[in-house]
């Protein structure tokens, strides 16, 4: 049993404000309003988890993210207990989808179905989203050095097109913008060459059509809506076209086509998840594109504004050095907020990360805690309590990501038997996984549990103004502080001593369900907040606070020992005076 300890009654509370139940349809229904995603009840949802998973693109289990359900399953369940995710973004492939053109695989929809349920049922939303890399596989010689990932093997076909090469590239991603055969098939499909786009989009509503059919309505609730084509480029651009122009006459439009195949297949009530111009916000500057849906106008309820964000400078290993540190992503991450503000709608962050091997892992920590905190709020820790009010909306991501078969695979690369892959995520030299299966057949990390299983406001009756987590997540054996206390309040401080802790900031509202915050497995909470002890409680990984009006605090932190009575008054004392400054 878990303490929960609340500012002036140490005791433990179970049951005091009753949880939302887990097959409550209002509860699971995932909308948009403004810039916040919000569930039946009204209340803000911020959706936090992995990408499930690169192995969509290989041919091993044919282009499923599972062996088959039963793996679904115990990745679903380990996901909740490891990480207390409740989102995954779930790749889909157009070529196990549609083989053979006009003709949708009947297995491949089936097991889709079914590994998608395995999540949906441990009440995980799912995002599926329409993968591709590289644009195809099948444009990959049996001896390349690289390959790809998304259309089938009769688009390319169909295509005839130049043998591939990328020249002298470093990077598979090179090949975006220097692979000849790449750029020729990535711009047909923006110009429906030979019917490419058509034909995908029929494919697309026939699949979602499958899946509506297929899903339950507490299941269908669960689904967040449909990422319609994973990283956007133009290939080509056309002459005297740029990135802007590129995405407002091409994209927008496959865009707008997309959401009326989601229309047509039941979809109405689910947002379309898009994605700009995939060099929009990269912080290279000479790989950066002008863009980020800047000619769309207000995209309303209907569209989502999101994107990735992978620090390139720190993967290249010679444009930044060191490692990351406080803040190093709050300009970034800045941007992206600004830019769903203009578009008023909420973004998402569905890919981020770093590689765990190679020959600039050893940033991983930084980076990664880096990019949580600009998720959490737009500020550096140094100056997030002397400006709370400019924290901004906190961000839901989805890391990159989520392989039980990492370091395990079996692939025959571009179906090559002589070139087998077992390494890492088993794609062109990739290892980002942040789970692997251990001999014992369990679910294991392979990163710090205390960077991915973190306090976030799952669910907020009302509004936030302002949230900040400090995970004390570690790199090597150095423990990461990057947000301390102020000297202005001591008793704060001094009760949140050296653990972890996260403070969240709200106005809030009566909309019957409370707010809840998912709470790491180990951390036992106490909680200071202007609610009183009947208004809090815990269930399970959930710290529930009564659904009220008015200006709320609430801090999470686990002391050292338990603090007295006289500790936890000075520090509300201190909260109290400090909150106002949020709003």
Not at 111 to 118: C, D, F, G, H, S
Not at 389 to 413: I, K, N
């Amino acid at each position: 049993m878990r303490k929960l300890l609340v500012l002036l009654a140490a005791v433990t509370l179970l049951g005091a404000v009753p949880a939302v139940a887990a097959d409550d349809l209002r509860a699971r229904e995932i909308t948009v309003r403004g810039q916040s995603f919000v569930d039946g009840y009204g209340r803000e949802v911020v959706l936090r988890g992995f990408n499930v998973s690169g192995e969509v693109k290989l041919a091993e289990h044919g282009f499923l993210p599972f062996a088959n359900a039963a793996d679904a399953r115990r990745s679903a369940q380990a996901m909740r207990r490891l990480t207390g995710a409740n989102v995954i973004r779930f790749p889909l492939s157009w070529a196990g989808a549609e083989p053979v053109r006009g003709s949708l695989d009947a297995g491949y929809l089936t097991a889709v179905t079914e590994q998608l349920k395995a999540f949906l049922d441990e009440g995980i939303t799912v995002l599926p989203d329409y993968h591709q890399d590289l644009y195809s596989r099948y444009l990959f010689n049996a001896g390349s050095w690289y390959s790809g990932d998304g259309a089938p093997k009769w688009v390319v076909q169909q295509g005839q097109y130049p043998p591939e090469s990328c020249g002298i590239c470093a990077h598979w991603g090179q090949n975006i913008t220097q692979n000849g055969a790449v750029t020729a098939a990535t711009a047909d499909f923006w110009h429906n060459a030979r019917g490419v786009q058509d034909a995908f989009l029929s494919q697309a509503t026939a699949t979602m059509s499958y899946l509506r059919a297929h899903l339950n309505t507490a299941q269908f609730a669960g689904i967040a809506g449909v990422d319609p084509y994973n990283e956007p480029f133009a290939g080509r651009y056309d002459q005297g076209q740029d990135s802007r122009a590129w995405e407002q006459n091409l994209l927008w439009p496959f865009f707008q086509r997309f959401r009326q195949a989601m229309d047509t297949a039941g979809w109405t009530v689910k947002p379309a998840f898009v994605e700009p111009n995939m060099f929009w916000n990269a912080n290279i500057s000479f790989q950066k594109h002008v863009g980020g849906l800047l000619d769309t106008g207000v995209l309303g309820s209907r569209f989502v504004f999101n994107t990735h964000f992978y620090d390139q400078l720190a993967q290249s290993g010679i444009f930044m050095p060191g490692k990351a540190g406080d803040g190093q992503y709050a300009t970034d991450f800045g941007t992206v907020r600004d830019r769903a503000a203009a578009l008023g709608t909420p973004a998402i962050v569905t890919e981020f990360g770093h590689p765990l091997t190679g020959y600039t892992s050893d940033k991983a920590s930084t980076v990664d805690k880096a990019m949580y905190q600009a998720l959490d709020s737009r500020l550096p820790g140094a100056t997030w309590w002397s400006k709370p009010a400019q924290s901004g909306p906190v961000l839901s991501g989805t890391q990159w990501q989520w392989d039980v078969y990492s370091g395990r695979h079996h692939e025959l690369m571009n179906d090559n038997p002589d070139k087998v892959l077992t390494d890492g995520d088993a794609w062109n030299g990739e290892d980002f996984s942040a789970v692997r299966t251990a001999d014992d057949s369990s679910a294991q990390l392979r990163q710090d549990a205390r960077l991915l299983d973190r306090l976030y406001p799952a669910a907020v009756a009302g509004h936030t103004l302002a949230f900040t987590y400090e995970d004390r997540s570690r790199d090597g054996s150095q423990t990461l502080t990057w947000n301390r206390l102020p000297a202005s309040m001591p008793a704060t401080a001094a009760l949140v001593g050296t653990g972890r802790y996260g403070v969240l900031v709200w106005q809030g509202a009566d909309t019957g369900a409370p707010t809840e915050l998912h709470v790491p497995a180990d951390l036992s909470a106490t909680v200071v907040t202007d609610l009183g002890p009947a208004a809090v409680s815990r269930s399970g990984d959930r710290l529930l606070l009564a659904a009220t009006p008015g200006l709320h605090y609430a801090l999470v932190a686990e002391p050292a020992t338990p603090p007295s009575a006289a500790q936890l008054a000075a520090a509300r004392a201190e909260l109290a005076a400090w909150a106002p400054s949020a709003a």
